[in-house]
């Protein structure tokens, strides 16, 4: 058991470990919680998990900053990570922002017509409409 | 700049007049009249402008088509950085096709909303309302247009960000429209991030983000479990956004508290670009050489779409709302287009890609009926529109053509494409599966029955008037329902660029773009 934890499996890719595990907590909180800012937040963290892995796909084992010198005389022998995730993940990061203020600039407004922010809470107001539009209709027929 | 290549024959070569630039004019003519609307303020110049950028990408995206209708293509290199390092956007005859039905249905939908929009979104809404509507076509059209994995991600988000907030806009007919749009924000967002996890094990395990380049090295690794995981994460991620039964608990919500001018638009266009991105992934990307190793296609799409053919169209007929008896069987005809892929044959993709072209002009017209309702009574519960066929003649006769695509009946477009679907299923020996086709039909026959019923048997509320809706609210309604017909009757072009289509899935090289 202990060589299992400290094999290579486990230890040599401890960062793709953290993502799993963050990305679990992550989808987790969104589907468990009811509260419409802490899904926000489970979201989040759903998120920087990728950020995480296409981080961890850039490293290039003994390589180092992927920034050339100034007087362009560069090093044949040096390694260099990859930097195309991060650029990638750059985009990644602005969508995440994007998405995260979104949907809490929809949840100031959705406190202001339902003066709450609990999901369950929400869902018994819906039915209630959904109950009297059905009995408006019920009227009507009679 | 940028150069032109046609794969067949390499001539690299500046670009120097503008036809050379049609691919990222495209994308560019809605991205920068976006802000400009925004900028400028002026309300009465919003709709024209909008309008007007939509009608240039008409013509930009007939352009492109006339270059490669004989079956040529164009690959554009963004910024002159040579593929597959550098951004490629790929146009081909089904690209250039898919752009055009993008482009011309959000031209008819912004032609209605400039008399129509005023019964669902206050004036002051509006300038912004239309930098979204055209934020929301740039990313739609670019993610149809481009070569590069994660681009497809990039615009993916544009448009569904900018959908997120277009369906926010029903609040001010009902505070719904904030918890449909909410429920969207969540399920949208796992959606492409699952999509992103995709992309990056693809990228771990080929180095390359290029479609076309990805495609060759996936064709050497097919055992290896990144690159599975890396597929049941694109399916799944995609499948959310195309709301493909189980992943559509987000659609009926949004569809039906989003305004009428955005569902059609949406309806039209959002879920088929999503269904259409799966296709160029499982097929182009994956190849098919891949999909006959997993279990994916007898496993999961085929029980699936049947279940979604039935169940939704049971609650569709459930529902006591037009509306909302629309979006439910939105989530149904996704069944047949899934079926269609489940049969994996040539004639069962032909049906999945000219039903996902007919399909997209009924619903888009169909919702533009529901939208003229909303505009003269203020509501589409069947309860409101009790005897609209004799107050509304023009609407309700449109509104019946497309209802009878809907249900797939000789002579309209609908029925074209269940007609090869069944014709798909007998292919294959699978009989039951043409007779579930049939059935699901009838269910299709009673759920819009009851639209006919409240709209022509009902008698009128007492005092209605004969009350139309503009001509020019007319117009683009007759022209969706009138095309529903003529491509019911005319196949030529719509089942012409369908077999091209399915030749080139099923053949799996870089033929679909």
């Not at chain 2, 799966?278 to 006959?292: C, D, G, I, K, Y």
Request: net charge neutral; charged share 10%; hydrophobic share 55%.
């Amino acid at each position: 058991m202990v060589e299992f934890f400290t094999s290579d499996f486990v230890l040599g890719r401890l960062n793709y470990w953290f993502f799993i595990f963050l990305m679990m907590t992550g989808l987790y909180i969104v589907i468990a919680r009811s509260n419409l800012v802490k899904k926000i937040v489970g979201l989040n963290i759903f998120q920087t998990s990728v950020f995480m892995l296409y981080i961890s796909i850039g490293k290039v084992s003994g390589g180092t900053a992927p920034i050339f010198p100034i007087d362009m005389n560069i090093d044949p022998n040096v390694v260099y990570s990859n930097p195309l995730p991060h650029v990638l993940i750059l985009t990644a990061i602005v969508v995440g922002i994007a998405t995260t203020s979104l949907g809490l600039a929809l949840m100031v407004r959705i406190r202001e017509s339902y003066h709450t922010i609990e999901e369950h809470e929400i869902a018994e107001q819906e039915q209630e409409i959904m109950r009297k539009e059905l009995g408006l209709a019920k009227e009507g027929e009679v | 700049m940028a150069s032109s290549v046609s794969l067949s024959e390499p001539i690299h070569h500046v670009a120097l007049s503008l036809a050379d630039q049609l691919p990222i004019l495209q994308i560019i003519i809605p991205f920068i009249t976006a802000p400009l609307i925004v900028f400028l303020g002026v309300r009465q110049l919003a709709w024209p402008l909008a309008f007007l950028a939509s009608v240039l990408c008409v013509v930009t995206s007939s352009l492109l088509l006339k270059q490669v209708i004989d079956g040529s293509e164009i690959s554009y290199q963004l910024g002159g950085w040579a593929p597959p390092l550098g951004i490629e956007y790929r146009v081909d005859a089904v690209n250039a096709f898919v752009l055009l039905l993008i482009s011309g249905i959000a031209s008819v939908v912004l032609f209605w909303a400039r008399l129509g929009l005023k019964a669902e979104v206050p004036e002051r809404s509006h300038a912004l309302f239309y930098a979204l509507f055209l934020l929301c076509l740039t990313g739609l059209m670019g993610v149809v247009i481009t070569g590069d994995a994660f681009n497809v991600f990039v615009f993916l988000e544009i448009s569904s960000l900018s959908t997120y907030v277009l369906i926010a806009q029903g609040c001010h007919q009902d505070k719904r429209a904030f918890t449909a749009s909410y429920n969207y924000l969540i399920m949208g967002t796992i959606g492409a991030t699952f999509f992103v996890i995709g992309i990056g094990f693809l990228y771990m395990a080929t180095g390359t983000l290029n479609m076309a380049d990805l495609a060759d090295r996936i064709a050497l690794q097919h055992d290896n479990r990144t690159i599975q995981a890396a597929f049941a994460f694109i399916v799944v991620g995609m499948g959310l956004k195309a709301a493909i039964y189980p992943l559509h608990l987000w659609m009926p919500n949004a569809y039906t508290f989003a305004p009428s001018p955005v569902v059609a638009f949406l309806s039209g266009t959002a879920t088929k670009m999503a269904l259409y991105v799966l296709l160029r992934f499982m097929f182009t990307v994956f190849q098919p050489a891949f999909l006959e190793e997993v279990p994916l296609i007898e496993a999961i799409i085929l029980p699936f779409a049947i279940v979604a053919m039935f169940a939704s169209s049971i609650s569709a007929f459930a529902q006591r709302d037009l509306k909302r008896m629309l979006a439910h069987s939105s989530v149904a005809q996704l069944g047949y287009m899934m079926l269609g892929i489940g049969l994996f044959s040539h004639t069962g993709l032909t049906a999945t890609v000219i039903h996902l072209f007919n399909h997209g002009i009924t619903k888009a017209a169909l919702f533009l009926g529901v939208g003229c309702y909303v505009f003269v009574v203020g509501g589409a519960s069947y309860e409101k529109l009790k005897g609209l066929g004799k107050t509304m003649p023009w609407t309700s006769a449109a509104m019946v053509i497309a209802g009878l695509s809907l249900v797939g009946v000789p002579g309209t477009a609908g029925f074209v494409s269940k007609w090869i679907l069944v014709q798909a299923a007998f292919e294959q020996g699978w009989w039951i599966f043409a007779f579930l086709i049939v059935l699901s039909s009838i269910l299709a026959v009673a759920y819009v029955w009851r639209m006919i019923e409240a709209l022509y048997l009902a008698s009128p509320a007492e005092g209605a008037m004969s009350q139309e809706v503009p001509f020019l609210m007319l117009l683009p309604l007759w022209a969706l329902a009138l095309s529903t017909l003529y491509f019911g009757l005319f196949t030529d072009i719509t089942l012409g660029a369908a077999k091209a289509a399915a030749s080139g899935l099923m053949s799996g090289s870089s033929g679909m773009f």
